[in-house]
């Protein structure tokens, strides 16, 4: 869908303490960008953006 659309990358969040994930997403090309803070309820907590260039 994105090589249809031609964008350059897609990105997305994954929680800073989900490393098993952070993992996953570095082996398939996903580097971390920045970090944001996503709230759940009361609580904050940190995901770290995450891209991967398709160009």
Known sequence: MANEKNVEYVWMGVWEQNQRAI?????NGFIAFDKHIFKLGDDEQTDIMMRLKLK
């Open 23 to 27: 993992r996953f997403y570095e082996k």
